[in-house]
């Protein structure tokens, strides 16, 4: 058995575009607040995306959204702080 760590990660498929969520998001929140939004005919939610970023996505009743689970390699970045993004050009 190897000592690699693994974590589990959430990804969001919305429409055409499919995001990583950062860790420690309340799934069932966000689940909540992405059909509120539909159920007022459209409204933006915000979640914090792999990269630490900050997103935010104009649901609405036309809006296709699907939630997935799955096993990665552990990244001790991914914390979902919005004060220490990663994952751009210059990060190694």
């Known amino acids: 058995?190897?000592?690699a760590q693994t974590?589990?990660?959430t990804q969001m498929a919305v429409n055409d575009a499919v995001f990583a969520l950062a860790q420690g998001q309340d799934l069932e929140?966000?689940?909540?607040?992405?059909?509120?939004?539909?159920?007022l005919g459209g409204r933006f939610v915000s979640f914090i995306a792999v990269?630490?970023?900050?997103?935010?996505?104009?649901?609405?009743?036309?809006t296709k959204v699907a939630l997935s689970v799955e096993t990665v390699m552990y990244d001790e970045r991914d914390d979902?702080?919005?004060d220490v993004p990663f994952g751009g050009f210059f990060d190694e």
């Not at 929140?29 to 159920?39: G, N, W």
């Open 1 to 3: 058995m190897s000592g």
């Open 7 to 9: 974590m589990v990660r």
């Open 29 to 39: 929140d966000l689940r909540r607040r992405i059909e509120t939004a539909v159920d």
């Open 51 to 62: 990269g630490n970023r900050q997103v935010s996505i104009l649901f609405s009743p036309g």
């Open 80 to 82: 979902g702080n919005l």
